[in-house]
C-alpha cells in the first residue's frame, strides 16, 4: 500500500509561482513513475505531469509545457511540481498519483494510488 499525500497549494495571482509537494509512504518509492493531474470544478480530471523512476523522462501536458517543471527526490519520498506563471484556468484540485506499471503515462487510469488532492486558485 502506498500513501500519498500533497502539500503547497494555495491562492496566488496570476502570473505567480507555487510548488507543489507529495510525500509517499513505502520503501518502493523510487521505482515508481509519478504523475501529477487535476481536476477543475465541473471538468474532468485532466493530465498535468509524468516522472519516471529516475527522474531521466519528463512528460507534461500542452497547457503547462514551459510553465511547470515535475522533478522527485527518492532520497526523500517525495515528488515536487514547481508552477510558474500561472494563469486562472490553472485553477483546480492537484492530484498526486503513483504508477507501479513503469510506463510514464498520461492515462489516469495506469496510475495505482492517488492523494487527496491540494486545492490551487489563481485570481486575475
Known amino acids: 500500500q502506498v500513501q500519498l499525500v500533497e502539500s503547497g497549494g494555495g491562492l496566488v495571482q496570476a502570473g505567480g509561482s507555487l510548488r507543489l509537494s507529495c510525500a509517499a509512504s513505502g520503501r518502493t518509492f523510487s521505482s515508481y513513475v509519478m504523475g501529477w493531474f487535476r481536476q477543475a470544478p465541473g471538468k474532468e480530471r485532466e493530465f498535468v505531469a509524468a516522472?519516471?523512476?529516475?527522474?531521466?523522462?519528463?512528460y507534461y501536458a500542452d497547457s503547462v509545457k514551459g510553465r511547470f517543471t515535475i522533478s522527485r527526490d527518492n532520497a526523500k519520498n517525495t515528488v515536487y511540481l514547481q508552477m510558474n506563471s500561472l494563469k486562472p484556468e490553472d485553477t483546480a484540485v492537484y492530484y498526486c498519483?503513483?504508477?507501479?506499471?513503469?510506463?510514464?503515462?498520461?492515462?489516469?487510469?495506469?496510475?495505482?494510488?492517488w492523494g487527496q488532492g491540494t486545492q490551487v486558485t489563481v485570481s486575475s
Open positions: 498519483a503513483a504508477d507501479t506499471g513503469g510506463i510514464v503515462a498520461d492515462n489516469s487510469y495506469e496510475y495505482d494510488y
Open positions: 516522472i519516471s523512476w529516475s527522474g531521466g523522462t519528463t
